[in-house]
């Protein structure tokens, strides 16, 4: 699959995740301000791409301002990147990353524009090996035979190559192990039923496509074996915000005795934020309930509630896959572990 984002002669290429399934598209940008909006509208979309995309929006920044780039300028820059998502943390992590090679090269401007492009491709290509590690480290939990529900998109589009549930998966089937996949189609953006399933079909993953309502129907029949879903924030204690739907599922998992797993790398989990009570959640636009792709399915101003992500509990979860390891409960002590 081509890469959903690349850098390629100092402009940040992505590829249009709102077209697919039907069309590949994609999209050059020329400067941050493009970049952020294009982050905004989910062109991409997935934490840790949404990281790499900050980087490269940042890098681009710095070369647009040229030589007078000012601090201020500089903060202005990172300021408009880090708002176009709250959930996700990687956003920040991106932020602090280049914001450091900014503190380190801002008085040689020549050498500050280089290190940034650096910066950014490091961060692109280290996410791939991060997604591969994950993959390893979780691939033991899965067993050849296995059925896994997967919520929403957490593979290579969600990511710069590989992904992080999917990666899973993708180990597992790697290794030999015959593994059937049920993706959830994820209301209201559909990124299960247009991602995922495009992502897994592509790789001859068998897969098939349920309503989100239909998984407490299957657990019930001993239809799945296992949940993972990925992350956009993971909390100090363990708390987990991602896709609106993934709670439920937990809570179904649970009663059903289901493993529900989290995938996702270090830089998702954020130990400033000390439970899921801290973590914002995005509030979307109401067109993405009132329609589906761009065919009203509501009355016209009917008043819509639309939260991007929820938080599942510690508690629900049965471990989080880093590409440090898998962490299991106590989360709160794993995590303070492996940030000391």
Known sequence: MHP??????????????????FQEQYIAHSDHQQVADSIRKMVIRGAPAIGVAAAM???LGVLNAGPELSSTRFEQICETLLHTRPTAVNLSWAVRRMAGVYRRYRSDYPQLRKMMVREALHTDRQDVRINRKIGKQGCPLLSSGQTILTHCNAGALATAGYGTALGVIRAAVEEGKKIQVIASETRPYLQGARLTVWELQRDRIPVRLITDNMAGHLMARRRIDAVITGADRIAANGDTANKIGTFSLAVLARYHRLPFYVAAPVSTIDPDCPSGDGIPIEERDPGEVLRCHHQPIAPEGTPVYNPAFDVTPAGLISAIITEAGVLRQEYSQAIAALFS
């Open 4 to 21: 959903v984002i690349e850098w390629k002669n100092n402009r940040v290429i992505m590829l249009d995740q709102r077209k697919l399934p």
């Open 57 to 59: 929006g940042i890098a």
